[in-house]
């Protein structure tokens, strides 16, 4: 078992930059591969960027590629989601989620946080 709570979420202006951040805890953090995914109002859920259990391999989508960074800190047993230029269509609930391989976390994740909101105003 593993928890998670996401927190760095709010509201900023277009061009903006916002830093989120997720803390685990429970079983060890350095064997769970981890990812973002964010939901706005109306749409379907999308993934945003995932990074493996080393921290070594990311992924991106193609729509936050080159403006967003994930990380992962396994001695703090947190993963980050730095987000720049953020654009009005960045707003969303953004939810961390974990699982044990990169494959199975960017598909079907079996631990979620609770969400933070993020409003980019423009």
């Known amino acids: 078992q593993v928890q998670l709570v996401e927190s760095g979420g709010g509201l900023v202006q277009a061009g903006g930059s916002l830093r989120l951040s997720c803390a685990a805890s429970?079983?060890?953090?350095?064997?769970?591969?981890m990812v973002w995914f964010r939901q706005a109002p109306g749409k379907e859920r999308e993934l945003v960027a995932a990074v493996s259990t080393s921290g070594y391999r990311t992924y991106y989508a193609d729509s936050v590629r080159g403006r967003f960074t994930i990380s992962k800190d396994n001695a703090q047993n947190t993963v980050y989601l730095q987000m720049n230029s953020l654009k009005s269509e960045d707003t969303a609930v953004y939810y961390c989620?974990?699982?044990?391989?990169?494959?199975?976390?960017?598909?079907?994740?079996?631990?979620w946080g609770q969400g933070t909101q993020v409003t980019v105003s423009s």
């Open positions: 989620a974990a699982d044990s391989t990169l494959s199975t976390v960017k598909t079907t994740p079996g631990y």
């Open positions: 429970g079983r060890t953090f350095s064997s769970y591969a």
